[in-house]
């Protein structure tokens, strides 16, 4: 049987707690003290192909649907998200140890994103263009494009599934999810909870969804010729395996990656503003959203002054640190003990390398993966080569960069791999423009006076270089999930060609 917890959310959002397969099963822990929650039975590599035919028969008939009627479907599901936040809420926080504010946050998105594309069901649209041809007329027409597959990560259980499903379906997709194996009873309970929408509809079969316990089903899936568009959502390590195989059948992949994110502060900055943001983008969600303040250069001139803020605050965020179902505490647990480990390496590896523990920086004894949220200061004006590295977990570097040294602190944010999230403090108009310039940030998110983290579902979420390109969620992300048909329709009787040319 699941725990009495899960079984106690499970009754809660009016369903059956998924059954207990024993030894051998999917084991689900509660990464803050370490017991078992539940035992899942897993699909192969048939079941899951099986789905996909499944969902492609969806697909022909959901694609025929009015946009406005798959918006409505959409608008229900946001409905029954509303109805039951608080059970999903609770889900997420003890499945993935999200604290209970940031895992309503989490929901709150789900339904942010069903209002938007409701509203977005009744406005996709192509352009007309104009012909060159007397009596011609030139359109775009955007047609659904097939089945989408999302891999999604253990860190949001259920809005990047929501953010991709909810575009999808109202595009006319049908959604094949394989959500982490970390957040299986996340995706089981959105499932299960959402997929009677469609199915009242006639619809059910265009939601799908795979739990495996190991990469093989998924790669299957990756490798299936019927899935037009790849949504994979996860470290830099799974992009890398995936984009290679997605593009070896000429197919679309939609890639949202890791992220590196730091946040510029001059000398002109409100540093209680910027000190706040910092240490939410830092230590929020212990360290483990994509959009994680990981990196601050400050100006040197107010550098003591920042740490002399940041200093208090984490020793602060220190007492803070337990259970994630009090809404007391700021910091939950990380995700594993493999994350554990991470972190304590990471910090042992900035100490040996001459970097300043200045808060935190020890594994938390006894049940639980709790980690201290850490401060390190880093040496000024050399390259500290662990500050390119991705830790997933709540260590944050403070490097200074000369006064009067913008350009410099530019270079060094956008000196890693990654591109996603970005952030300057700052009262300076012109620090402003030159962050927003072709020389500026070169990340997907470049925010003035707000933190990395946090962002909107009305604006396209994603980032550049090894962040992987992808944009998902709102602004016209939706494109990614149709494709576009150029359309020429001669009106006239004649047959001019284009670039008159002469063929008689
Ligand atoms: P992960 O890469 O370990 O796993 C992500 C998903 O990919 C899981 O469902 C996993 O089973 C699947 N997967 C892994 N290898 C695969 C393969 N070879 N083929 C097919 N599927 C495979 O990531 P994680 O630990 O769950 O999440 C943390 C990472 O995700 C961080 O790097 C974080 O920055 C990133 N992330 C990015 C975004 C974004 O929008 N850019 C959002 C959330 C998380």
Known sequence: MASTEIQNIFAELGLTPPADVGEGGLVIKDPSNGQTLARLATHDEDAALAMVDKAQAAFKKLRNMPGPKRG???RQMGEMLRTHKEGLSKLVCAEVGKGIEEARGEVQEMIDICDFATGLSRTLGGRTLMSERDGHRMMELWQPLGVVLCISAFNFPVAVWSWNAAIAFVCGDSVVWKPSPKAALCGIAVHELLKPVLEKAGHGDAMQLVLERDVKVAEALVDDARIPLVSATGSCAMGRKVYPRVASRLARCLLELGGNNAIIVDKTANLDLAAHAIAFGAAGTAGQRCTSTRRVFVEAAVADALMGKLEPAYRQLSERIGDPRDSANLI???????????????????????????AGGKALEGDGNFVQPTLVRVPDGQPFPLMAE?????????????????????????????????????????????????????????????GTSGAEIGGAFGGEKETGGGREAGSDAWKSYMRRQTCTINGSDALPLAQGIKWE
């Not at 997933?392 to 570097?397: K, S």
């Open 332 to 358: 939950g647990p990380l995700i594993d003990e493999q994350a554990v480990a991470a972190f304590t390496s990471a910090v042992e590896r900035a100490a040996a390398a001459g970097g300043d523990v200045r």
């Open 72 to 74: 409505e479907l959409v």
């Open 390 to 450: 991705e830790t997933f977990a709540p260590i944050l570097y403070v490097q200074a960069f000369p006064d009067g040294g913008l350009d410099e602190a530019i270079a060094s944010q956008n000196s890693v791999e990654q591109g996603l999230s970005s952030a300057i403090f700052t009262d300076s108009v012109r620090a402003v423009e030159r962050f927003y310039s072709p020389d500026g940030s070169d990340c997907g998110i470049a925010n003035v006076n707000l």
